[in-house]
T-cell receptor, first 115, second 113 residues
């Protein structure tokens, strides 16, 4: 069974600084997708960034970027120029290839942004 | 228009009662899911349906019964509610046009007293 591990239950960062959230996963599949979702206090699940396993190039979305190391099964999220609105729970998630596959989530990292 | 909508947003009820949570998506997706988020924020799949057919049932007690009248709706009925059922329940959907990501509803916070 696929598992996703986020080893940092909590992280904090100063406004305008950079922070990296860690994620590792376990799978025997070669084709799959990885995601970072953000959950602010509003409870809404918001997709931050997505990576296809077959792509070597790391995904970027504005201030958010990932470091995808397929061999090491590592998928970290870097947030640059942190803003107060980035404070939230961040979940790393894995999905096998296939239209009806489920998302498997890590336990989350609570990010605090200090002014 | 909300893509995935669930009602109600909050549900407070007594132990032993039966309650339902409704979910609708207007994205034309084929697959819908129910996730449970516990007090420690852990998100775990409960069920998934594809075109009204049950695909995933992850060792959920029989007191939980999903129903999908059509592919745009997936409702969750819970019988004989227990204290441990208190959680946030999320509906989600995905489809060929969703680029492999799941779209989530805003969640239903269930409190069993």
């Amino acid at each position: 069974a696929q598992t996703v591990t986020q080893s940092q239950p909590e992280m904090s960062v100063q406004e305008a600084e950079t922070v990296t959230l860690s994620c590792t996963y376990d799978t025997s599949e070669s084709d799959y997708y990885l995601f970072w979702y953000k959950q602010p206090p509003s409870r809404q699940m918001i997709l931050v960034i997505r990576q296809e396993a077959y792509k070597q190039q790391n995904a970027t979305e504005n201030r958010f970027s990932v470091n995808f190391q397929k061999a090491a099964k590592s998928f970290s999220l870097k947030i640059s120029d942190s803003q107060l609105g980035d404070a939230a729970m961040y979940f790393c998630a894995y999905r096998r290839q296939g239209g009806s596959e489920k998302l498997v989530f890590g336990k989350g990292t609570k990010l605090t942004v200090n002014p | 228009d909300t893509a995935v909508s669930q009602t109600p947003k909050y549900l407070v009820t007594q132990m032993g009662n039966d309650k339902s949570i409704k979910c609708e998506q207007n994205l034309g997706h084929d697959t819908m899911y129910w996730y449970k988020q516990d007090s420690k924020k852990f998100l775990k799949i409960m069920f998934s349906y594809n075109n009204k057919e049950l695909i995933i049932n992850e060792t959920v007690p029989n007191r939980f019964s999903p129903k999908s009248p059509d592919k745009a709706h997936l409702n969750l009925h819970i019988n004989s509610l227990e204290l441990g059922d208190s959680a946030v329940y999320f509906c989600a959907s995905s489809g060929p046009t969703s680029n492999e990501k799941l779209f989530f509803g805003s969640g239903t916070q269930l409190s069993v007293l």
